[in-house]
């Protein structure tokens, strides 16, 4: 159950924000001192303190959305929630209503600058837990002093030094978890690059919404076209973070309503889930945009214009150079393969680029030879990734070559999408590359050593029409990003179980929540 407290609070704070972007922090503090408060256990008014129930983080965190706050929240008062509301409020830009962007969380003013640093997600968590940190000490010190005060506490002093040292013991696992959490880069590995890329667009993005200078940042070896779609791409990420559009639908509920292995392509089962969680009008999005569900969630980045006609170009050059994969990738079998069957797939009108479905990793699993964890065995217990078929020989390191660019700019966005996703794959790559290079897999550590994209597999895709389908190995919290390039006319992208078209143009980033 809710406190009735903590109920109002909230209330006052969602008036504000519904009333006004620019919110006014005093203004809501002011509303919030009005309510009337009783910490004496002989009263029983709406806010008697001492009765509160107790109340645990997760209806605080999905109410909140960027606070995070581990285990269970004391009983509290209501200086407390202000406390912690007011630091909530004070890391949003004055232009951005709370609860919209959870995985966009507001670190310090220095973010740190060596490879792998820590993600903002975990930078916020430990101000919140520290500040929790002082109220407990505080708290304990008073009532240590007053012993005729004994009568209106909360609980015993054993309780909350109990509560003390357990919010202390937070604050020390978060610090071990962020020291794990550091990612070491080999300066010589291509992913290095990607790294610095990340950075640049991430301090760009956030200088844009905040409207600061850019600091200045290490370049590496990033070239001065690179560089120029790398600011093209944190504009135009910019430009959307800044126009959401919301949505009623609670993603978490829906993707709880699916079947396990559920594929999507069963009309029946479509039809069941459409008149459970129906789209409250259709949308024919445009323009840079950022899709919200009614949790606060974040389940699209829409981004056309974010690839130059440099990157473009390299994506188109490296299609071509894939012909003969592409050819053989198509199949005449059962159109349930209908990823590469012949069915889908439609000749270019200029007949240079051929229709076709390939994926390229330089570390994966052979079909229903799945792992999961970090390799931490030796081959022979069966942790055996390989390099795709499309990556062996000459071929493939030219291959990999050519998409080096591009899958820098794909990561980069990444890093200001999802800081969690892209971190666990900066550390996947490493780690893997170590494997690799403790076995002698010679071949498997070259490519990880050349590769730059965050993301274990890359699939190209030509002239393919793409039927209503899910990914059901894909976790619902993950994000795939998919990039066009290429002369085509007009194409849709139809999100039909969220009511939303997107208009699919050449040069474009999309990223959703699978």
């Given at each position: 159950?809710?406190?009735?407290?903590?109920?109002?609070?909230?209330?006052?704070?969602?008036?504000?924000?519904?009333?006004?972007?620019?919110?006014?922090v005093?203004?809501?503090?002011?509303d919030?001192?009005?309510?009337?408060?009783?910490?004496?256990?002989?009263?029983f008014?709406?806010?008697?303190?001492?009765?509160?129930?107790?109340y645990f983080?997760?209806?605080?965190?999905?109410?909140?959305?960027?606070?995070?706050?581990?285990?269970?929240?004391?009983?509290?008062?209501?200086?407390?929630?202000?406390?912690?509301?007011?630091?909530?409020?004070?890391?949003?830009?004055?232009?951005?209503?709370?609860?919209?962007?959870?995985?966009?969380?507001?670190?310090?003013?220095?973010?740190?600058?060596?490879?792998?640093?820590?993600?903002?997600?975990?930078?916020?968590r430990?101000?919140?837990?520290?500040?929790?940190?002082?109220?407990?000490?505080?708290?304990?010190?008073?009532?240590?002093?007053?012993?005729?005060?004994?009568?209106?506490?909360?609980?015993?002093?054993?309780?909350?030094?109990?509560?003390?040292?357990?919010?202390?013991?937070?604050?020390?696992?978060l610090?071990?978890?962020?020291?794990?959490?550091?990612?070491?880069?080999?300066?010589?590995?291509?992913?290095?690059?990607?790294?610095?890329?990340?950075?640049?667009?991430?301090e760009?993005?956030t200088?844009?919404?905040?409207?600061?200078?850019?600091?200045?940042?290490?370049?590496?070896?990033?070239?001065?076209?690179?560089?120029?779609?790398?600011?093209?791409?944190?504009?135009?990420?910019?430009?959307?973070?800044?126009?959401?559009?919301?949505?009623?639908?609670?993603?978490?509920?829906?993707?709880?309503?699916?079947?396990?292995?559920?594929?999507?392509?069963?009309?029946?089962?479509?039809?069941?889930?459409?008149?459970k969680?129906?789209?409250?009008?259709?949308?024919?999005?445009?323009?840079?945009?950022?899709?919200?569900?009614?949790?606060?969630?974040?389940?699209?980045?829409?981004?056309?214009?974010?690839?130059?006609?440099?990157?473009?170009?390299?994506?188109?050059?490296?299609t071509?150079?894939?012909?003969?994969?592409?050819?053989?990738?198509?199949?005449?079998?059962?159109?349930?393969?209908?990823?590469?069957?012949?069915?889908?797939?439609?000749?270019?009108?200029?007949?240079?680029?051929?229709p076709?479905?390939i994926?390229?990793?330089?570390?994966?699993?052979?079909?229903?030879?799945?792992?999961?964890?970090?390799?931490?065995?030796?081959?022979?217990?069966?942790?055996?990734?390989?390099?795709?078929?499309?990556?062996?020989?000459?071929?493939?390191?030219?291959?990999?070559?050519?998409?080096?660019?591009?899958?820098?700019?794909?990561?980069?966005?990444?890093?200001?999408?999802?800081?969690?996703?892209y971190w666990?794959?900066?550390?996947?790559?490493?780690?893997?590359?170590?494997?690799?290079?403790?076995?002698?897999?010679?071949d498997?550590?070259?490519h990880?050593?050349?590769?730059?994209?965050?993301?274990?597999?890359?699939?190209?895709?030509?002239?393919?029409?793409?039927?209503?389908?899910r990914?059901?190995?894909?976790?619902?919290?993950?994000?795939?990003?998919m990039?066009?390039?290429?002369?085509?006319?007009?194409?849709?992208?139809?999100?039909?179980?969220?009511?939303i078209?997107?208009?699919?143009?050449?040069?474009?980033?999309?990223?959703?929540?699978?």
């Amino acid at each position: 159950m809710i406190p009735q407290l903590l109920k109002d609070v909230l209330s006052i704070m969602i008036a504000h924000t519904l009333a006004d972007w620019r919110l006014d922090v005093n203004a809501i503090f002011q509303d919030i001192w009005a309510l009337r408060l009783s910490a004496d256990s002989k009263k029983f008014d709406d806010y008697d303190i001492a009765h509160m129930p107790d109340y645990f983080n997760d209806w605080w965190k999905e109410s909140l959305g960027c606070c995070r706050v581990s285990d269970m929240l004391p009983k509290s008062c209501v200086q407390d929630v202000m406390d912690l509301v007011r630091w909530h409020f004070s890391q949003l830009p004055d232009h951005v209503r709370t609860g919209l962007l959870p995985y966009i969380v507001q670190g310090p003013d220095e973010l740190p600058d060596t490879p792998g640093s820590t993600s903002c997600v975990q930078w916020h968590r430990t101000p919140i837990g520290r500040e929790l940190v002082d109220m407990l000490q505080i708290r304990m010190m008073n009532l240590r002093r007053s012993s005729d005060q004994l009568a209106g506490l909360v609980g015993p002093i054993d309780e909350i030094t109990k509560a003390v040292s357990s919010s202390q013991a937070l604050i020390d696992q978060l610090n071990i978890d962020d020291s794990q959490a550091m990612v070491t880069i080999p300066l010589d590995w291509a992913l290095y690059q990607t790294y610095l890329a990340g950075e640049l667009v991430h301090e760009i993005f956030t200088s844009t919404i905040l409207h600061r200078p850019v600091k200045d940042m290490d370049l590496g070896l990033l070239d001065i076209d690179t560089c120029i779609a790398l600011e093209q791409l944190a504009n135009v990420m910019a430009t959307a973070y800044s126009n959401p559009v919301h949505l009623k639908i609670d993603m978490v509920r829906y993707n709880d309503a699916l079947d396990k292995d559920e594929s999507g392509r069963s009309e029946k089962r479509e039809e069941i889930l459409f008149n459970k969680f129906p789209p409250e009008k259709d949308r024919f999005l445009t323009t840079p945009s950022v899709v919200i569900d009614s949790g606060g969630r974040i389940i699209v980045w829409y981004l056309p214009g974010a690839l130059t006609a440099m990157i473009m170009n390299d994506i188109h050059g490296a299609t071509h150079s894939m012909s003969g994969l592409m050819k053989h990738s198509i199949t005449t079998g059962k159109i349930s393969q209908w990823r590469t069957h012949r069915s889908n797939f439609h000749p270019s009108p200029d007949g240079i680029i051929t229709p076709g479905c390939i994926n390229i990793s330089p570390a994966w699993f052979q079909q229903e030879r799945e792992k999961h964890g970090f390799p931490n065995l030796d081959p022979e217990d069966g942790f055996s990734p390989e390099v795709s078929a499309a990556l062996k020989g000459d071929a493939g390191r030219n291959i990999m070559a050519s998409l080096q660019r591009s899958s820098i700019i794909v990561s980069a966005a990444l890093r200001v999408i999802h800081p969690d996703l892209y971190w666990a794959g900066m550390e996947t790559q490493v780690r893997l590359g170590k494997w690799a290079a403790q076995y002698q897999l010679d071949d498997m550590h070259h490519h990880l050593q050349c590769w730059t994209s965050i993301f274990n597999v890359v699939s190209i895709i030509c002239n393919r029409r793409t039927p209503p389908h899910r990914d059901p190995k894909c976790r619902p919290a993950a994000f795939d990003i998919m990039t066009t390039a290429g002369v085509y006319q007009p194409v849709i992208m139809d999100f039909m179980n969220l009511g939303i078209k997107f208009l699919y143009d050449s040069g474009l980033i999309l990223a959703s929540s699978c």
